[in-house]
């Protein structure tokens, strides 16, 4: 059972750290979705300190995460709330660059929230990872509400090729004919890709 505690200070430090975790509404879809779907086995791109990976293993007693971070310092961080959780068993940690990571196993979701500029290369590199019929979680789609908003001119020229990236990424899913993908303004954007 997961204390509210330890919940409360993921988010605190998450919060005075500068460290992005899912929004309220995000993570409450994302743990609706796994439970309603019976999800038991997932694959996370980008932990961060662990705290969606933890969120996820509360849903059900019998559900597996594997988590890959490439930041030391978040790393670091997931790995005391882990053992905190005492989920060690439950959630698997690997330290490395995603895009450098070959993973065998097959999982019922792929939940990617790491960097948002290289989305595609994640869903490209690790959609031969998902089950038939499993879906593919990517977090952050609206990007702070700048991805559907004509805010080009205000904002910098770094954030406006990352926008761009993201709306790629968009046409992308929305062309994939091996997905059917829906668009989620929950939270801060979802896209949901269920492999036919």
């Known amino acids: 059972?997961?204390?509210?505690?330890?919940?409360?200070?993921?988010?605190?430090?998450?919060?005075?750290?500068n460290v992005p975790i899912m929004t309220e509404g995000g993570m409450h879809y994302?743990?609706?979705?796994?439970?309603k779907n019976k999800i038991k086995n997932i694959l996370e791109v980008g932990t961060a300190i662990g705290y969606s990976a933890i969120m996820m293993c509360g849903v059900s007693e019998d559900i597996k995460v594997t988590t890959i971070e490439r930041d030391e310092k978040r790393y670091l961080e997931?790995?005391?709330?882990?053992?905190?959780?005492?989920?060690e068993d439950?959630?698997?940690?690997?330290?490395?660059?995603?895009?450098?990571?070959?993973?065998?196993?097959?999982?019922?979701?792929?939940?990617?929230d790491a960097a948002k500029a290289q989305n595609r290369k994640f869903f490209e590199r690790f959609e031969h990872n998902l089950i038939d019929g499993g879906?593919?979680?990517?977090?952050?789609?609206?990007?702070?509400?700048?991805?559907?908003?004509?805010?080009?001119a205000s904002i910098s020229r770094n954030l406006r090729q990352l926008v761009r990236k993201i709306r790629e990424y968009r046409v992308y899913l929305e062309e994939n004919p091996k997905y059917d993908t829906e668009f989620l303004d929950t939270g801060d954007g979802m896209a949901i890709s269920v492999k036919k």
Request: charged share 30%.
């Open 1 to 17: 059972m997961l204390s509210n505690d330890l919940i409360k200070n993921m988010k605190d430090y998450a919060k005075a750290n």
């Open 30 to 35: 994302l743990l609706k979705y796994i439970k």
């Open 78 to 87: 997931a790995i005391k709330n882990i053992k905190k959780t005492g989920l």
């Open 90 to 112: 439950r959630i698997h940690l690997i330290y490395n660059d995603a895009l450098n990571v070959r993973l065998d196993d097959k999982y019922d979701l792929i939940f990617i």
């Open 135 to 152: 879906t593919i979680i990517t977090d952050n789609m609206n990007f702070h509400g700048l991805v559907d908003e004509e805010v080009e």
